[in-house]
């Protein structure tokens, strides 16, 4: 639950509207192998969790 919770909080501090979270978790994304980050949430891994937490956490603190 703490990674899901960690996702949505980073998503709401990135994007200005729920309308641009959504679309962007739900588009192909090349950084997830071309599936869409809720694909790759969804995958059944805890795993999985982690690493879409990681990539929008370090999106929101500007690591690359």
């Known amino acids: 639950v703490g990674y899901v919770l960690g996702i949505y909080g980073c998503l709401c501090s990135i994007f200005d509207?729920?309308?641009?979270?959504?679309t962007w978790i739900h588009a192909e994304n090349a950084?997830?192998?071309?599936?869409?980050p809720l694909s790759r949430m969804l995958a059944g891994n805890v795993g999985d969790l982690f690493t879409t937490f990681t990539y929008v956490n370090n999106?929101?603190?500007g690591i690359w």
């Open 59 to 61: 999106w929101l603190n």
């Open 31 to 36: 950084d997830f192998g071309g599936a869409s």
């Open 17 to 22: 509207s729920a309308d641009s979270a959504n």
